[in-house]
């Protein structure tokens, strides 16, 4: 009976990651299209209110006008629709499947006995976990230090970008050395699907609450806010399709 509950609760949870994910992503992509097709206001009143730009789109039968403004409207709506936890849902359901299944059995799922580093084959289950937590938890402390010191105004993107590229690549050898071929994919894709939570959690939404509490007193937006929480959803975007191809490759750890 308990093996049969942990099975249905495996299979919920992955139902509700993939169901998270995909709300996610869509999202994502879906506003890295619309920034794209963004198009300078025609109408002379819509300059005039700071709008960026405008894009009219047709689907399913309806007509749709979207607009960006360059900072922020004059006056903001009652009904503001924010994104984060699509976010949220899909790192906190990943992050319990990793529990459920990698955490509980680590000699078999984690440890890579095969190891060319003796002492990553020679780690005993609780080990496996406390280095898997680790590696999460320092893949986004990197990453967040490259971010501020490389590119803290986000005046030096193009070579933040090739930074965390590298970082990458570094992740995907470590992961490799230092755990099985299944967690190596799994736990590369982790660490760069937390750093794009962390990012929603830590910077993207905390800065939109600032630029809508700015407003709501009447002051200015700190357009430094926008500017960074742009900075860290491009690289969500990036990450994505990458994260996307790690979590299904883990079945095929024979590649590693």
């Not at 869509?26 to 709008?51: C, H, T, W």
């Not at 799922?109 to 080990?127: E, R």
Request: aromatic share 14%; hydrophobic share 50%; net charge positive.
């Amino acid at each position: 009976m308990q093996a049969y509950l942990l099975e249905f609760v495996n299979f919920m949870l992955r139902w509700l990651h993939v169901i998270a994910a995909v709300a996610w992503i869509g999202e994502s992509i879906y506003f890295v299209m619309l920034d794209n097709g963004l198009r300078k206001p025609k109408a002379v009143e819509d300059q005039e209110k700071g709008v960026f730009g405008e894009m009219w789109a047709v689907h399913g039968g309806g007509f749709y006008h979207n607009q960006k403004y360059a900072t922020a409207p004059a006056k903001l709506p009652n009904d503001l629709h924010w994104s984060f936890w699509k976010a949220y849902t899909t790192w906190l359901s990943g992050f319990a499947l990793f529990l459920l299944l990698y955490m509980t059995q680590p000699s078999f799922y984690l440890v890579n006995p095969d190891s060319n580093w003796a002492w990553a084959a020679g780690l005993s289950g609780w080990q496996a976990n406390v280095l898997a937590l680790l590696f999460l938890l320092g893949g986004w402390v990197i990453y967040n230090e490259m971010c501020k010191r490389i590119s803290p105004n986000m005046e030096r993107d193009g070579l933040l970008s090739l930074a965390v590229a590298v970082l990458v690549v570094v992740v995907s050898y470590l992961s490799v050395q230092m755990f099985s071929g299944r967690a190596a994919f799994l736990l590369t894709g982790a660490v760069m699907a937390t750093a794009m939570s962390a990012n929603v959690f830590f910077w993207i939404i905390p800065g939109q609450r600032r630029m809508v509490k700015a407003m709501k007193a009447g002051e200015a937006p700190n357009p430094l806010d926008g500017k960074r929480g742009k900075q860290r959803s491009v690289h969500n975007t990036y990450f994505t399709l990458p994260v996307v191809l790690l979590m299904i490759g883990n079945h095929y750890s024979f590649v590693c």
